[in-house]
């Protein structure tokens, strides 16, 4: 026995044995964040970064994310945390030929402490990189409100470059800008980040588009329809002139809103006018309409001197009742002086012109009732002969 403990070789095979049973007993659990023995571990998921060269892309990375493991730090939990943020996990394919490599991890901007990686090495698969252009097509999303319509989408962005290997580029059938309408009243305008997508619509993995992003305006229409429209003068020309005509340059406009009318009429202003021009009138716009197309709308006024006229017109009656007889005793005519453009009135005659009484209102027997004088537009009266008329009011 004494021979066995002097033996030198027994004695250093013993010593090993109890060195490792006193490493495995101070060692914490690899899956322990906590303090064991005085030593703790602080993990930390990331995200691998590979390098690649310029000619090349990465198709694949597995695993994707690893683990930094930091051992008994000094640091505080806290500033730990921190400066961990700006840690990145690289691996690093520069110069290696396309196919499946192993590539060791290894960490960028790493605070001074212990720290392991786990796992230490990822399987990178990396092709040749190969550049194709796709046209953008920007795909709408979502129903505008009740009633609205969506117009022409535009985009500042006609085609890209989408970049990757071949087999992946093989699959790419466009370049989408998703755009979201939903509910909307107004047109929607943002930026928004372009993707590749095979023929079905669903977005291409492993390519990258350049530019990533674009601006994209989809219109958002209202309600509309297509109106007649009419002009009407406004305000008094020049002293001595009449206008003889309006003339719009277009016959509709359309508006936009949830209450349209079926005609519009849009007054001009012909104040102190003393010769025919072309104004600019902006179209207005009724309660519940929002917008009009064209906005502005150019007319063509027309001027002349004025003159006046003088007509016998035989009077008449309007509105008579049921039952009721009406008869106009004196006067049976009047003279009618009418005043209005040059031209106008020289084609004028007293069939153009109604003076009347009206009947709704009158009672039986006799009475007095005013005579009313109708002319054509563009015209007025200036003075009549006899302003009432004396009536017989019966039954029928």
């Known amino acids: 026995m004494n021979r066995f403990w002097s033996n030198n ?18 060692q914490p659990s690899p899956d322990s964040g906590a303090a064991t023995d005085n030593v703790s571990v602080s ?13 090349t892309v990465v198709t694949e990375v597995q695993p994707s994310t690893a ?3 930091v051992h008994d730090s000094t ?3 806290e500033s730990l945390a921190e400066q961990m943020l700006g840690v990145q996990l690289v691996a690093n394919v520069r110069g290696l030929r396309p196919g499946q490599h192993q590539v060791p991890l290894t960490v960028q901007h790493m605070p001074l402490v212990q720290y392991s990686i786990s796992p230490s090495s990822v399987t990178v698969v990396i092709a040749d990189r190969k550049t194709t252009e796709q046209s953008v097509r920007v795909i709408v999303r979502g129903q505008p409100a009740a009633g609205y319509t969506v117009g022409a989408p535009e ?3 006609a085609t890209v470059k989408v970049v990757g290997a071949q087999q992946a580029l093989d699959k790419v059938a466009s370049v989408a800008a998703f755009v979201s309408v939903q509910g909307a009243t107004d047109a929607v305008s943002q930026e928004v980040t372009l993707a590749a997508v095979d023929g079905r ?6 390519v990258i588009v350049e530019p ?8 958002i229409l209202a309600p509309h329809k297509n109106v007649p429209v009419s002009v009407s003068a406004s305000g008094s020309p020049a002293a001595g002139y009449d206008v003889v005509s309006l003339t719009p340059a277009v016959p509709s406009v359309t508006l936009y809103g949830t209450h349209l009318p079926t005609r519009l009429t849009v007054p001009v202003n012909v104040s102190g006018l003393n010769h025919s021009r072309t104004v600019s009138v902006k179209v207005p716009l009724p309660a519940g309409v929002k917008r009009a197309t064209p906005s502005v709308i150019q007319v063509h006024v027309q001027v002349e001197p004025s003159a006046v006229r003088s007509f016998t017109v035989p009077v008449g009656v309007r509105n008579v009742p049921a039952g009721v007889s009406v008869r106009v005793v004196s006067p049976d005519s009047v003279r009618v002086q009418v005043s209005g453009p040059k031209s106008n009135l020289a084609d004028l005659s007293s069939a153009d012109i109604a003076a009347y009484v009206d009947a709704k209102g009158l009672k039986a027997g006799s009475e007095s009732a005013d005579i009313q004088v109708d002319v ?8 009549i002969s006899k302003s009432q008329a004396k009536v017989e009011v019966g039954p029928s």
Not at 43 to 55: G, I, L, Q, T, Y
Not at 201 to 206: I, R
Not at 212 to 219: D, E, G, K
């Open 9 to 26: 070789n027994v004695l250093r095979v013993i010593a090993l044995v109890l060195s490792c049973i006193l490493w495995f007993a101070v």
């Open 43 to 55: 993990k930390f998921p990331m995200a691998v970064h590979v390098e690649a060269s310029d000619d």
């Open 67 to 69: 683990i930094v493991a």
């Open 75 to 77: 640091l505080s939990v």
């Open 155 to 157: 985009c500042d962005v």
């Open 201 to 206: 619509g669903n977005p291409v993995e492993g």
């Open 212 to 219: 990533s992003t674009a601006h994209v305006t989809v219109p």
């Open 376 to 383: 054509p537009d563009g015209m007025r009266v200036v003075q």
